[in-house]
């Protein structure tokens, strides 16, 4: 059984920038996409961005609102993935959850139901 540990989130300004942090345990080295989910109150959840970790690769994943702004990586030695966030604005306010699912795809859907794996989220908030 797989659990994920969020860490990162907190408060800036517009412009600014965080870096999300999701340690993964238990998915026993398979080939993975791991990566953010977001949600604002009383919306559905968003995907963010995901990194497919296969055999000596890895390919990174944006959904448009975040692409040259978010840079996803992962450090396969941690078994962590990380979300850097710059430029943020007042749209990336939100819950941001980590998501993990073990796949042989060769890549990272970008659907809530593809996820079997979920962290407990932090909240990002950006306000001036």
């Known amino acids: 059984q797989a659990q994920l540990a969020e860490s990162g989130g907190g408060s800036v300004q517009p412009g600014g920038s965080l870096r999300l942090s999701c340690a993964a345990s238990g998915l026993m080295n398979r080939p993975t996409c791991l990566g953010w989910f977001r949600q604002y109150p009383n919306k559905e959840r968003e995907p963010v961005a995901f990194?497919?970790?296969?055999?000596?690769?890895?390919?990174?994943y944006y959904a448009d609102p975040v692409k040259g702004r978010f840079a996803i990586s992962q450090d396969n030695a941690k078994n962590t993935a990380y979300l850097q966030m710059n430029n943020l604005t007042p749209e990336d306010h939100g819950m941001y959850y980590c998501a993990a699912e073990v796949t042989n795809e060769g890549y990272c859907a970008m659907a809530v139901e593809q996820y079997t794996y979920w962290g407990e989220g932090t909240q990002v908030a950006v306000s001036s």
């Open positions: 990194i497919y970790s296969g055999p000596g690769y890895s390919v990174p």
